[in-house]
């Protein structure tokens, strides 16, 4: 990936990615231990539990795979006694559109995660431990297999880590190609060897009834690598890295029609969207101009060039007013997308310029996400794939005149009435690009 | 096993607590532990539902349960903030929720009937039918199918759906009784977990998926538990038919007679489904305390011998017709032409009480004590088909006309009649042959008075013969093998003169000098008044469900 | 892969098994200590690694190892796509199909990877298993989203994802898989 191996851009602080991609570094034990590896684990087996914890929940360290919730909260849920055995998965199942950072980590610094997992394992009292990797990343499966090696080999993990008393199996577990194995019951259902079906929640809440219906705390790779982060640079300095409720550093990954686009790690809250196209992605590309953005992943609503949103934002004395922010003054941080609209989710930035058609862009999504729908529920299984049929069909000039209209009002059925955020994440972009390019979808149907 | 065969009393209400909950407004109180779709119901809010089965667990993927729902609201010491009623106030989720997986809990509410419900039930509608068939006018669930029941309320009266519709295989060829169309399958997996919890046969599944997910039977396995046709029963649309059933009936032309199902001593309770004095078919009728909403194939697709060619239709003296009254008049006097001791009386544990209580009589009458059934016992399933093949084995036992060890008495008569003591022998519904007695021995009877609903080996050495009813033509009552009474009601009419049992067998009794009875609640009075089991019992009572008999 | 010669129409797979791979399967199955049934996929990975792809016989057979009804295994073989029933190319091409890699001109490079491979590209791969040329040698499918947008299109040719790929580099990847 080009941008790693450029020098970090100014607005760039490389916490997670610090080593991913710097020369001579290697992904064996061997150099990540010679770079101050498992130090942090070392420093964990001698707190106490609820002490890593609060340390985890002062960073404000939000959940990296797109649903954005506090892990510290997360974690929380498990309480440590209940006599249940209690199990992490982490979730490298990164198949979002637009998210391309968890590759990097497995592929070059995997001891990072291990130890990441083996903090939160010793936190959460948890014995067994799995990482899931989706298998479109072949490689990545086998070396962190290796990396678990040799931690076992070294003492890292496996029976009594680090003379601590303390036992935590791990092992990775290969998807076979399902976007809804992300979401994280599903994910667990896979792990379980079951068709993965998202269950219904309530009552089937990971952190209560999880893998084999025991606590369960599933995150992302990069979640798990700020724990170890989180550690090593103290929470409180973490956290002020970011926005009050969204600390640390996040992986932006910056697709489409840029100069140079890739993954940069940015303080949360510390580049506006037009920062990060303009500057750190050297702008659009010669000859043409910003047409839309989808900020978080290809779930998150789309943004248009122009447009302003109108928010309450911090005043000179504090207090907070009114304000209308252009689209290219929106601060990158949960926050300031969620007023505007949209989200952060995975921080999968899908830029497009004035040579793109919306109907075809919208149309390639609907294809991903009728490929991609599981068919366990009504709305999804069915709504989807109409979406679907109707888009390709008006890409093929057969559109007709209620169009619009039935593909907004069906992305509204299945919106909020699935069983899991699949049915959000296939609605929103119809929602999205339907209200903020009506003009596009217009001309197509006749 | 789901189907719980209890014999416990149910437990007294008050000792499991109420929790409230507002249903459309109103303050309900329900069982903890109740599932909230079932409190709505129950509160008169039905919710339609499609993948939600009471017996089995929820799922939610059908999603046409959605409902809005919300939590009591807190105040800022945690504790529910009330209103003006003294209720708790109540916040409102945004998003609709599905009630089929939640149980009640304290102070919470739903809203049954809201314009967001009735736009979520019509949403999840249309989904299901954008890639139906719609061939109605041929599918035998046709009148009794959920969509179409559905679609009354919260269907679109034309479809905005312009595409092509997703091809799937029909006329799947998945059990020997059962044929799978896919294109009907709303994957609403009740059929699969049918399979996996209750008939513990997990042969079903889907495959593929997305809109292309069917549902298929493993290739080389077969959908052929001894289960399978529940499934057709939970199929809430067309999707698994019945072979049997198939093309036969439109199912609203059906008469459907709440019954029980006499194949075995579990006592299965029923629906028979008729039209012109013949089944169509046979349907488990839900009754927790017996068979939950099961049955087995075995049992409900035994009842074809009902309409046989050879049926016994008229009284027969010496192999020839005669008229009724003659026909008992004859028997009678062959009875009464022997001593009483002389005369044996094989009963069954296929009849109902009322009648083994009147072959009892009969046998006192007689001052005969050489009375007993055929036993039948059989390797049950462990599940719905009992060790017991006779429905009314406890019955015959509790009247008298069996001992502890059913059948104990049979090579007594044998021998008997070998030796000449016994020179009268009446046969109720059973086959002599199969009770340890051989042609020789009938052959040396003076008098053989066969009552029965099909003629066997042991017919033509009948003196007289009296054509009976089957199960499924009669009324009366039986004891199942955990001692529940429960009642047998009457779905056809016997054919030609062939009358009630309890009739003849009264009849029988005053030709005999006993007493007989005017009706068949005479006949229970009558009996109840004569079994301490039964005391404070009148047919009424049993009503549908039946009721346990104190041990 | 070590065995393409194996089609749906051959020897059963389960009476071929080597040692190594039954190895290979006893450790997976440690591996979960709570549940057998967790080995499912990676079981079918192993099994598919070895023979190319998952003939009835391997869903069978896989469905006993772990105790299980093969519709079990038969239903997670038919869910994911990267599960084959039938046998692919020696060389297994996927191309990006998704938004970024599309922006970046994913469907121009599937084509020239299907016409320098002999497939018809007008066969598209999604339900029905992806065309194999007629020599055997490739297959190439369009696939969802392969997680490396900023280096669109990507394609992942066996376990190698080749980045930026441009129709000059076709005949180069061809080549560099060819022997």
Known sequence: MKSLLLPPHPKERRV????????????????????????????ALGMKPEEIIDEVKKSNLRGRGGAGFPCGVKWGFIRHDDGKPHYITCNGDESEPGTFKDRYILHNDPHQLIEGMAIAAYALNVHLAYIYIRCEFPKAAGIVAKAIEEAVAKGFLGKNIMGSGFDIEMYVHQGAGAYICGEETSLIESLEGKRPYPRIKPPYFPAVLGLYMSPTIVNNVETFCHVKQIFKIGSDEYAKMGTPGDGGTRVMCVSGDVVRPGPYEIPAGGVTLGELINDVCGGMKPGRKLKAIIPGGSSSKILRAGETFKMKVKGPDGEMVDKEVPLLDLVMDAANLAAAGTMIGSGGVIVMDDSRDMLWALNNLNQFYAHESCGQCTPCREGVLWIEKMTTRMVNGEGILQDPAILKNVADNIAGRTVCAFGEAASWPVQSFLEKFPEEFAVKSH | MSATATTAEPKVETSVPMINVQVDGEWKQFPKGTRLIEACMKAGSYVPHYCYHPALSSPGNCRMCLIEMGTPKMGPDRKPELGEDGRPLINWSPKPAICCALEVSEGIGVRTNSPLVEECRKGVMEFLLINHPLDCPICDKAGECRLQEFSVEYGHDASRFEDNKVKKP???????????????????????????????????????????TSLTVHPGKRLDSNYSLNTVDICPV????????????????????KTIDTNCGTGCNILIGSRENKIHRITPRENEAVNAYWMPDSHRLNYTYNHREDRLKAPLVKGSSVRWKDAITAAGDGIKAQAGSQTAIIASGRMTNEELFLARRLAKTLVTDLIDIRPRAQKGDGFLVSDDANPNTRGARLLGATGATPGSRLPEIAAGIAGGSVTSLIVLGENPLHCGLTETDLSKLSSLVVIDILPNGATKFATVVLPGSASAEKRGSMVNVNGRLQRLNRALSAPGEARDDWETLSDLIKALGGEGASSLEDLFKQMASETSALAGLNFGKIGDLGIDLKS | MDTHAATSSGPKQADQIPADLLANIDEAVTHYPVSKRSASLPLLHLWQNHFGFIDASGVNWIASRLDLEPINILE????????????????????????????????????KFCKAAG??????????????????????????????????????????LHEDVTEADIPNILNQYAS
């Not at chain 1, 001579?24 to 942090?40: L, M, R």
């Not at chain 2, 009740?190 to 079903?204: G, P, Q, S, T």
């Not at chain 3, 994911?80 to 020696?90: D, N, S, V």
């Not at chain 3, 091409?93 to 890699?101: A, E, F, G, N």
């Open chain 1, 16 to 43: 997670v990615f610090q080593n991913a991609w710097t020369q001579g570094y290697t992904p064996d034990i061997d150099c990540y231990v010679k770079h101050g590896g498992y130090a942090e684990l070392k420093k």
């Open chain 2, 170 to 212: 029909k006329h799947v060829d998945i059990g020997e009784r059962i044929v799978l169309d896919d294109e009907r399958c709303i994957l609403c997996s009740r059929c699969i977990r049918f399979m996996k919890e209750v008939a513990k046969d997990d042969v079903l599944g889907f495959v593929d998926r997305g809109s292309h």
């Open chain 2, 238 to 257: 067309g999707a698994l038919t019945s072979k049997d059933f198939r093309f036969k009936m439109r199912v609203w032309f059906l008469k459907e007679t």
């Open chain 3, 76 to 111: 997670l073989v038919t869910f994911y796509p990267w599960f084959r029933q039938e046998a692919p190319g020696k060389t297994i091409i996927r191309v990006c199909r998704t938004l970024s890699c599309a922006l970046a001109g994913s469907y121009d490079v599937r084509e």
């Open chain 3, 119 to 160: 497939i018809d590209p007008s066969v598209s791969g999604h339900h029905h298993g992806p065309p194999v040329s007629p020599d055997g040698k490739y297959s190439v499918e369009f696939v969802e989203c392969l997680a490396s947008c900023g280096s669109a299109p990507v394609v992942l040719v066996n376990n190698d």
